[in-house]
């Protein structure tokens, strides 16, 4: 169940747009910043704040790939596989990644720690390979910069 006090807040959000549905999105990731994952629970609870219904919110929750259906890990790590990055040694980067982190991609780190997921282009082309971490670019990857990129995310946890 939400806390109230973020209820209440997204209420008052919700109460100054004309037409709440334009704000799906956002009451989605606050849901999800909250749960960790956009839960069973929360698209109810995204439908009831904008007076939609759960299957209109199911349907834009699968459309957008940053809202999570399934727990994800601390970190989620998002590779690029668009045609630059693709280009640029995509394939380098997600095989280094599955063998660094002991996941297939759509697979979390049993710590917890780490999602591997693909994702469509994140405008950082003229730095491919690229990837995002919790929506953090990185840029003209190398097996050596994922190491450096891990390794503070471990220590920072
Ligand atoms: S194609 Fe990978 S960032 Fe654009």
Redesign the pocket.
């Known amino acids: 169940m939400l806390p109230e006090e973020l209820k209440q807040s997204l209420i008052e959000h919700i109460d100054q747009v004309e037409h709440p549905r334009e704000l799906v999105v956002d009451v989605m990731f606050a849901i999800q910043e909250h749960y960790g994952y956009l839960t069973d629970e929360g698209v109810q609870e995204t439908a009831g704040l904008l007076d939609m219904s759960a299957l209109e919110v199911e349907q834009l929750a699968t459309f957008y790939t940053f809202i999570y259906r399934e727990p994800v890990g601390k970190y989620v790590i998002h590779v ?1 596989d ?4 693709w280009m640029d040694g995509y394939e380098s980067v997600r095989d280094y990644l599955i063998q660094k982190l002991d996941i297939q991609p759509g697979e979390s780190t049993p710590d917890g720690l780490f999602t591997l997921l693909a994702v469509c ?5 003229d730095r ?3 990837m995002l971490i919790n929506r953090k670019a990185y840029g003209n990857l190398t097996a050596d910069k994922i190491d450096g990129i891990l390794e503070k995310l471990h220590r920072r946890s």
């Open positions: 690029c668009s045609v630059v990055c282009c994140i405008g950082y082309c491919s390979p690229a």
